[in-house]
């Protein structure tokens, strides 16, 4: 056999090889990282032109309207709460007040109540004094006049009858 000059070795084309395939691999890389830079390049042109167009600037305008509504309409909500607390509040001491106002008055009527029995009883007490002083005076007059003048034994009658006018209610204690 004879000496071969050939010497082959495997390893440096497989060298070769996967030298050419990591460039290569290197390369798409490369491509695909510049693809992939282009299309967001892209990406952000068409948001911009996007973003700064009529209809958008219209929407983003009546979006900060209809928020500022809101807002507004949230302040009116908040005040109108406040006012009905106080409503409520001022509600309860009127309803506090009535019946305290009842109360007193339901005190005060029994009190006149009371007041006018009594009263009643003395215009009772009074009249059966008068007249037992009339049964006095028609006595007095009747054995008197056999004895004096009718008109001095009238007298003591007639005052007493005058004292039993003159009494009124606006006359009483209250």
Not at 1 to 30: A, F, I, K, T
């Amino acid at each position: 056999m004879s000496p071969s000059l050939y010497s082959y070795s495997p390893l440096p084309m497989m060298s070769c090889l996967r030298e050419s395939n990591l460039r290569d691999s290197r390369l798409w890389l490369v491509f695909l990282l510049c693809l992939l830079v282009v299309g967001l390049l892209v990406s952000l042109i068409i948001f911009a032109v996007k973003a700064n167009s009529k209809g958008c600037k219209d929407g983003l305008r009546a979006q900060q309207e209809c928020q500022n509504q809101t807002d507004h309409l949230q302040h009116q909500l908040t005040v109108a709460q406040e006012v009905l607390q106080r409503t409520k509040a001022q509600y309860t001491v009127c309803n506090q007040t009535v019946e305290n106002l009842r109360d007193s008055l339901e005190m005060e009527k029994t009190q006149s109540q009371k007041q006018l029995k009594k009263l009643q009883g003395e215009i009772k007490r009074l009249n059966q004094k008068l007249q037992e002083a009339s049964e006095e005076a028609e006595r007095l007059r009747s054995s008197g006049e056999q004895q004096s003048t009718p008109a001095a034994s009238a007298a003591p009658a007639l005052r007493a009858s005058c004292s039993l006018q003159s009494w009124s209610w606006a006359s009483m204690p209250c």
